[in-house]
């Protein structure tokens, strides 16, 4: 079994390897790279903006149930909705969901071509599938989910405003008074690296499960759940891993 | 010329080629027979790259393409055409684009003559018509003739087709047979053919090699393949009830 965990994990960096080459034509990879960051980024955003507005709303009315107290200043409601979504929620989970939504479409559509011949046809063609097919695909991934994370977050504090607004559970004043109140930049940062590295695991993981493809559509549907498996797994021990090294 | 040099295949324990040394011959329509399994399509994946030989090796006009650097291998792949089992095209490309790929990624020509290509090539194939259709769109032999069209479009030496007319009626399958030895003989490419129909190996067959489970068991010319005495060749040749009846009158 761990011979055969450390076999795929050194397929993984061979495949990294092959991915990681020189385009063959910049112009035709640009115009991949605008391409999947289109279908990446404009794809995800109405399944982000609901999931982080529910993400938000139940994040607010848990905190103020859970710090009924007159100890505690109204303030830190705000304050504590802010540093989940900022810090964890939204780098995290909406990375898994993305993991999910994304990663099964670069699986899907990689591995039927690899089941359809079409990587091999490229391959007779000179050209190096692995990097002509997956290189754009990582490379907008950490491009665009940033960019999403960076949009769950607002929505995800709006989803708490809007919360505030129709429940009053606490009031509007305190709730923007906590979202404002000690705010440092490093948090975005950490909140940024994790979904980089994030989004880089995600789009390779899933592009090499979808690679390495050997049989059918039995075989295709078996490497769509084992790379939405592992990429998570890994996300989750990623995310312990640089939690640890930066905060 | 391609020439095949003691080329043996192994997968685990079991040995799929065994000592093939053969040569398929430029400006000819060589065909590889066989029953299914019997290595017709490993053999075609050592040739073009697709498998590398455990043992043996495959010389494209005296370069031999298991020694050489990354950049001659991709030199010769860029003289290389394949028609895969499936025809293999590109889902998200319509027929045109398809055709055109090849060019863009690996020519250095400007759009209007990359356009003259396609357009030659598709009219070659006769798709001239449909060349805003995408692969779900078109038949089976539509899209044989449209992976024949992407085949050619670099002008390659060399033309592999495995099992181009598989799953394809007779007049249809004998259309794309025509296509492919009036593409061989018109552009004096090496044309290498997997096929096991028999309406092939006695029309198009200028040169076949018999692979029989792994091992080269005969070749000859489609003049000598009726008339052969080779027992698996027999075996195989006059496996139907109709050919045993052809055999008999």
Redesign the interface.
């Known amino acids: 079994m761990l011979i055969r965990v450390l076999e795929i994990v050194g397929e993984y960096f061979i495949f990294l390897g092959k991915v990681f080459r020189k385009p063959?034509?910049w112009k035709?990879f640009f115009k991949k790279l605008i391409f999947e960051m289109d279908a990446m980024g404009v794809g995800s955003l109405l399944i982000v903006s609901i999931i982080s507005i529910t993400l938000g709303s139940v994040i607010t009315i848990q905190t103020a149930l859970q710090i009924e107290s007159s100890w505690v200043p109204a303030w830190t409601v705000g304050f504590t909705v802010r540093t989940s979504v900022v810090m964890e929620l939204c780098p995290t989970i909406i990375s898994l969901l993305l993991v999910g939504n994304l990663g099964s479409r670069i699986t899907s559509e990689i591995g039927?071509m690899r089941v359809?011949?079409?990587i091999?046809?490229l391959?007779?063609?000179?050209?190096n599938p692995a990097s002509f097919l997956v290189l754009p695909k990582i490379i907008a991934s950490i491009i665009v989910n940033p960019l999403l994370i960076i949009f769950s977050i607002f929505f995800a504090l709006f989803g708490g405003y809007l919360t505030v607004l129709l429940t009053n559970v606490v009031t509007m004043f305190d709730f923007i008074d906590g979202i404002t109140s000690f705010f440092r930049m490093y948090d975005i940062y950490y909140a940024l690296t994790k979904t980089t590295v994030f989004a880089f695991v995600m789009s390779s993981v899933c592009s090499f499960y979808g690679y390495r493809i050997e049989g059918g559509a039995l075989e295709l549907g078996k490497a769509n759940t084992q790379g939405i498996v592992v990429a998570s797994f890994v996300l989750l021990i990623l995310n312990l891993v640089i939690t640890q090294i930066m905060l | 010329m391609i020439e095949v040099n003691n080329v043996s295949k192994y997968f685990g324990n079991t040995r799929v080629l065994n000592n093939i040394k053969t040569s398929f011959e430029k400006g000819k329509v060589n065909l590889v027979i066989g029953r299914s399994g019997s290595g017709k399509t490993v053999l075609m994946k050592c040739l073009v790259g697709l498998l590398t030989p455990d043992e043996g090796n495959v010389l494209y006009d005296g370069r031999d393409f298991y020694d050489i650097s990354d950049d001659e291998k991709k030199s010769i792949r860029t003289e290389m055409g394949m028609v895969f089992q499936g025809a293999a095209l590109f889902d998200s490309m319509n027929i045109q684009e398809n055709v055109m790929f090849p060019l863009n990624i690996l020519k250095d020509m400007s759009k209007g003559e990359k356009l003259d290509r396609v357009n030659f090539c598709l009219e070659r194939v006769d798709l001239i018509n449909s060349n805003k259709l995408f692969p779900a769109e078109l038949s089976g032999g539509m899209k044989k003739r449209a992976a024949i069209a992407r085949a050619i479009a670099c002008n390659p030496q060399y033309l592999f087709c495995d099992e181009p007319n598989s799953g394809l009626d007779p007049k249809t399958a004998m259309l794309i047979d025509e296509l492919i030895v009036e593409i061989t003989h018109d552009f004096g490419i090496t044309t290498v053919v997997n096929t096991h129909d028999l309406n092939s190996v006695i029309t198009i067959g200028e040169k076949i090699a018999f692979i029989y489970k792994g091992d080269l068991a005969w070749c000859g010319s489609k003049e000598e393949v009726l008339s052969t005495d080779n027992v698996l060749l027999n075996d195989f040749i006059y496996a139907q009830p109709l050919t045993q009846k052809i055999r008999h009158i």
């Open positions: 063959e034509k035709i039927s359809t011949e079409q091999d046809a391959e007779v063609m000179g050209i």
